[in-house]
C-alpha cells in the first residue's frame, strides 16, 4: 500500500497509481516565517497562526486582507513604473530567515506521509501587477520602452523564486510548489499569445527546469480562459494546471490533452452542504474523470472536515 | 485619408502622442471639438472594442489606446464644456460587496468611457447602499456592479435592493456582470441588464443613454 505521498509521486511520474489522488493527501506547508503568507492570509504551519492577516509583503508591499472574501489585495504598488524596479526593489534577504530553527518548530507537522506542499503567490506576472497595477502591469508588456525592464525584472525575480523553492524543499522537504499567475479574462487571455511567449514563458520554462532539477513537482494556478495556452502550459513542462472551472471546459481540456497532461479537477462546494449532496458532487467527479489521470482538488471552502474524510475514502475505492 | 480617420486608426494603435498632436491639428483647423470627439475619437474607440470583443487584440492594446484616447479627450474636455458639448450621460461602476477582483471592472470603465460616458469609480469591496448613494450623488443614469466570485454574486442582488429601498429604481439601470453571472441570474435578482464582456457593456450602456 502506497503512502499518499508515494500514490501522489508515482501519478506525477506516470507511474500505476493506487487510487485517484487528491488534494487532501497533500499537506501545505506556509510558514509565517515568509511574509508573504500572512500578507495573503494562508498560513499553513504548526502553530496556530494568531497574528493580523495582511499588511507588507517580503517586498513591502502592503496588502488588505478580507475575510469575507478570504483573500488579500495589495493597497499601494512600490513603483511608479517598472524602469525603477533596480533603484527601488529590495529583494528579499533569504539568509535573513533562520529556516533550521522553523524546520525545528514545525518538525512535527512535516512528519507526514503526505506530499509536502507550498506555494508561491505571485508568479512573475501578478508579482509586477503587485508592484506597479495590473494596467501598468499589462502594458508594460507590450510597450517596447518598458520591456527590456521587464524582462529584468522577470530574471531576477525567477532566480530569487528558484532560491526560495530550493530552501523550502531543502528544510521542509517541499516536493509540490503552486505558483500562481492568472493569464486569462473571464472570455480570453489577458494577453495575446505572442506577448506570452515573449514576455512570460522564458521565465516559467526556467522556473519549472529549476523546480524539477529539484526532483519537485510544478502546478500552475493560472485563472481565466487560458485554453489556448494548455499545449505552451505543456510544452513548458508543469507538471499539472489547475484554474478556473467556469472559464474553461475543463472536461473537454482532460480528452483532449490528458494523455499527456495531468489536469486539476475540482469538486466544489462553496456554501455549506449536506452529507449526501457531497457525496453526490464527488461521486459525479468521479464517474466523470472516471478513466482519466486527474488530481482531485476540493474547492470553494465549505466542504467540512468530515466531508473531506469521506471524499479521501471514496477515492481509495477508484 | 481625413484627419479624423487618422485620428481614430491613431488610437486604434494606441499612439497616444500622435493622437494628441492630430487631435490639436483639427482644432487648429477649425474642426469642431464635438465632430473631433464623435467622429474621430468615438469610432476608434469603437473599432477597439470590437477587435477586443473578438480576440483579435487583448487587454494590453486596450489599455494603450484607453491612455491614447484619454490623452485625446483630455485636450477637448474644456473646450466641450465652452461649447456645450455634453457626455452620453454618468454611470458609476464597482465591484460588490466582499469581491476584490477589479479588472474586469476597470475594462469596462474604460470601454464606457470610450463610448463618451462619464464613470465614477467605486472601487472594489462596494456595498450595496454605497452604489446607491454615489449614484444620487452624481445624478447618475447607470449603475454597473461586477462579481468574479460565486460567493460574492449575491451581493449584486444587495445592489438592486439598495436601490429598490432608495426609491431610486425608476431613475437607474442597473448593469451586471461578472464571470459567474449569468443572464438568469439578472433575472432572478431583478436587475435591468446583463452583458458577458466588457465591450457588450459598454454598448448597452451606449443604448440604455440613447434610448
Same mark, same amino acid.
Given at each position: 500500500?502506497?503512502?499518499?505521498?508515494?500514490?501522489?509521486?508515482?501519478?506525477?511520474?506516470?507511474?500505476?497509481?493506487?487510487?485517484?489522488?487528491?488534494?487532501?493527501?497533500?499537506?501545505?506547508?506556509?510558514?509565517?516565517?515568509?511574509?508573504?503568507?500572512?500578507?495573503?492570509?494562508?498560513?499553513?504551519?504548526?502553530?496556530?497562526?494568531?497574528?493580523?492577516?495582511?499588511?507588507?509583503?517580503?517586498?513591502?508591499?502592503?496588502?488588505?486582507?478580507?475575510?469575507?472574501?478570504?483573500?488579500?489585495?495589495?493597497?499601494?504598488?512600490?513603483?511608479?513604473?517598472?524602469?525603477?524596479?533596480?533603484?527601488?526593489?529590495?529583494?528579499?534577504?533569504?539568509?535573513?530567515?533562520?529556516?533550521?530553527?522553523?524546520?525545528?518548530?514545525?518538525?512535527?507537522?512535516?512528519?507526514?506521509?503526505?506530499?509536502?506542499?507550498?506555494?508561491?503567490?505571485?508568479?512573475?506576472?501578478?508579482?509586477?501587477?503587485?508592484?506597479?497595477?495590473?494596467?501598468?502591469?499589462?502594458?508594460?508588456?507590450?510597450?517596447?520602452?518598458?520591456?527590456?525592464?521587464?524582462?529584468?525584472?522577470?530574471?531576477?525575480?525567477?532566480?530569487?523564486?528558484?532560491?526560495?523553492?530550493?530552501?523550502?524543499?531543502?528544510?521542509?522537504?517541499?516536493?509540490?510548489?503552486?505558483?500562481?499567475?492568472?493569464?486569462?479574462?473571464?472570455?480570453?487571455?489577458?494577453?495575446?499569445?505572442?506577448?506570452?511567449?515573449?514576455?512570460?514563458?522564458?521565465?516559467?520554462?526556467?522556473?519549472?527546469?529549476?523546480?524539477?532539477?529539484?526532483?519537485?513537482?510544478?502546478?500552475?494556478?493560472?485563472?481565466?480562459?487560458?485554453?489556448?495556452?494548455?499545449?505552451?502550459?505543456?510544452?513548458?513542462?508543469?507538471?499539472?494546471?489547475?484554474?478556473?472551472?467556469?472559464?474553461?471546459?475543463?472536461?473537454?481540456?482532460?480528452?483532449?490533452?490528458?494523455?499527456?497532461?495531468?489536469?486539476?479537477?475540482?469538486?466544489?462546494?462553496?456554501?455549506?452542504?449536506?452529507?449526501?449532496?457531497?457525496?453526490?458532487?464527488?461521486?459525479?467527479?468521479?464517474?466523470?474523470?472516471?478513466?482519466?489521470?486527474?488530481?482531485?482538488?476540493?474547492?470553494?471552502?465549505?466542504?467540512?472536515?468530515?466531508?473531506?474524510?469521506?471524499?479521501?475514502?471514496?477515492?481509495?475505492?477508484? | 485619408?481625413? *484627419?479624423? /480617420?487618422?485620428? =481614430?486608426?491613431?488610437?486604434?494603435? &494606441? %499612439?497616444?502622442?500622435?493622437?494628441?498632436? +492630430?487631435?490639436?491639428?483639427?482644432?487648429?483647423?477649425?474642426?469642431?471639438?464635438?465632430?473631433?470627439?464623435?467622429?474621430?475619437?468615438?469610432?476608434?474607440?469603437?473599432?477597439?472594442?470590437?477587435?477586443?470583443?473578438?480576440?483579435?487584440?487583448?487587454?494590453?492594446?486596450?489599455?494603450?489606446?484607453?491612455?491614447?484616447?484619454?490623452?485625446?479627450?483630455?485636450?477637448?474636455?474644456?473646450?466641450?464644456?465652452?461649447?456645450?458639448?455634453?457626455?452620453?450621460?454618468?454611470?458609476? *461602476?464597482? /465591484?460588490?460587496? =466582499?469581491?476584490?477582483?477589479?479588472? &474586469? %471592472?476597470?475594462?469596462?470603465?474604460?470601454? +464606457?468611457?470610450?463610448?463618451?460616458?462619464?464613470?465614477?469609480?467605486?472601487?472594489?469591496?462596494?456595498?450595496?447602499?454605497?452604489?446607491?448613494?454615489?449614484?444620487?450623488?452624481?445624478?447618475?443614469?447607470?449603475?454597473?456592479?461586477?462579481?468574479?466570485?460565486?460567493?460574492?454574486?449575491?451581493?449584486?442582488?444587495?445592489?438592486?435592493?439598495?436601490?429598490?429601498?432608495?426609491?431610486?429604481?425608476?431613475?437607474?439601470?442597473?448593469?451586471?456582470?461578472?464571470?459567474?453571472?449569468?443572464?438568469?441570474?439578472?433575472?432572478?435578482?431583478?436587475?435591468?441588464?446583463?452583458?458577458?464582456?466588457?465591450?457588450?457593456?459598454?454598448?448597452?450602456?451606449?443604448?440604455?443613454?440613447?434610448?
Amino acid at each position: 500500500m502506497y503512502t499518499p505521498r508515494e500514490n501522489l509521486m508515482h501519478f506525477f511520474r506516470n507511474e500505476p497509481v493506487e487510487w485517484k489522488p487528491i488534494s487532501t493527501d497533500m499537506l501545505n506547508f506556509l510558514p509565517e516565517v515568509v511574509p508573504e503568507y500572512v500578507a495573503r492570509g494562508t498560513v499553513a504551519q504548526q502553530k496556530p497562526f494568531t497574528g493580523q492577516y495582511g499588511g507588507p509583503d517580503w517586498f513591502g508591499v502592503n496588502w488588505y486582507y478580507d475575510p469575507v472574501a478570504r483573500g488579500s489585495m495589495e493597497t499601494m504598488h512600490l513603483l511608479d513604473d517598472i524602469s525603477e524596479w533596480e533603484e527601488k526593489v529590495v529583494f528579499p534577504d533569504l539568509d535573513a530567515i533562520d529556516w533550521e530553527n522553523c524546520a525545528r518548530e514545525n518538525a512535527e507537522y512535516l512528519n507526514t506521509d503526505k506530499l509536502i506542499c507550498t506555494t508561491v503567490y505571485s508568479g512573475i506576472f501578478e508579482r509586477l501587477i503587485s508592484m506597479i497595477g495590473f494596467e501598468d502591469a499589462a502594458v508594460a508588456l507590450i510597450d517596447e520602452e518598458q520591456q527590456e525592464d521587464v524582462h529584468a525584472f522577470f530574471e531576477r525575480l525567477t532566480d530569487f523564486y528558484i532560491e526560495y523553492i530550493k530552501r523550502m524543499h531543502k528544510y521542509f522537504n517541499v516536493e509540490f510548489v503552486t505558483v500562481h499567475d492568472d493569464w486569462g479574462t473571464q472570455d480570453s487571455l489577458i494577453f495575446s499569445e505572442e506577448s506570452h511567449k515573449e514576455m512570460i514563458e522564458p521565465y516559467v520554462r526556467k522556473l519549472i527546469k529549476a523546480v524539477h532539477d529539484e526532483g519537485m513537482v510544478y502546478d500552475l494556478h493560472s485563472c481565466g480562459k487560458i485554453d489556448k495556452l494548455i499545449p505552451t502550459i505543456i510544452d513548458m513542462g508543469a507538471d499539472t494546471w489547475r484554474g478556473q472551472e467556469t472559464a474553461v471546459n475543463k472536461y473537454e481540456l482532460v480528452k483532449k490533452y490528458g494523455n499527456h497532461f495531468k489536469f486539476t479537477v475540482v469538486v466544489r462546494a462553496d456554501e455549506p452542504v449536506d452529507d449526501d449532496n457531497a457525496r453526490k458532487k464527488m461521486q459525479e467527479l468521479l464517474n466523470t474523470y472516471k478513466d482519466d489521470r486527474v488530481l482531485i482538488a476540493i474547492g470553494g471552502g465549505a466542504f467540512t472536515p468530515s466531508q473531506r474524510n469521506m471524499f479521501e475514502k471514496m477515492v481509495r475505492k477508484t | 485619408m481625413s *484627419i479624423l /480617420t487618422e485620428i =481614430g486608426e491613431a488610437l486604434e494603435r &494606441g %499612439k497616444r502622442k500622435q493622437v494628441v498632436a +492630430l487631435v490639436k491639428q483639427a482644432l487648429e483647423e477649425g474642426m469642431e471639438p464635438q465632430k473631433v470627439l464623435t467622429e474621430g475619437l468615438l469610432p476608434g474607440m469603437d473599432a477597439v472594442g470590437i477587435k477586443f470583443r473578438n480576440n483579435e487584440i487583448f487587454v494590453p492594446e486596450v489599455l494603450v489606446a484607453a491612455r491614447a484616447m484619454s490623452a485625446g479627450t483630455e485636450i477637448l474636455k474644456p473646450l466641450l464644456a465652452e461649447t456645450g458639448g455634453t457626455s452620453l450621460g454618468k454611470a458609476v *461602476i464597482g /465591484t460588490v460587496k =466582499g469581491d476584490l477582483h477589479d479588472i &474586469g %471592472k476597470n475594462l469596462v470603465k474604460m470601454m +464606457l468611457e470610450g463610448k463618451g460616458i462619464d464613470v465614477v469609480d467605486l472601487g472594489v469591496d462596494v456595498s450595496g447602499d454605497a452604489f446607491v448613494q454615489a449614484a444620487i450623488e452624481n445624478e447618475a443614469q447607470i449603475i454597473c456592479c461586477s462579481a468574479l466570485l460565486t460567493t460574492t454574486m449575491n451581493s449584486i442582488g444587495d445592489v438592486v435592493k439598495a436601490a429598490q429601498d432608495a426609491g431610486i429604481r425608476d431613475k437607474v439601470k442597473i448593469m451586471i456582470g461578472g464571470a459567474p453571472v449569468t443572464q438568469e441570474f439578472c433575472d432572478s435578482i431583478g436587475a435591468d441588464y446583463y452583458t458577458v464582456d466588457a465591450a457588450s457593456a459598454a454598448i448597452c450602456a451606449a443604448e440604455i443613454l440613447t434610448a
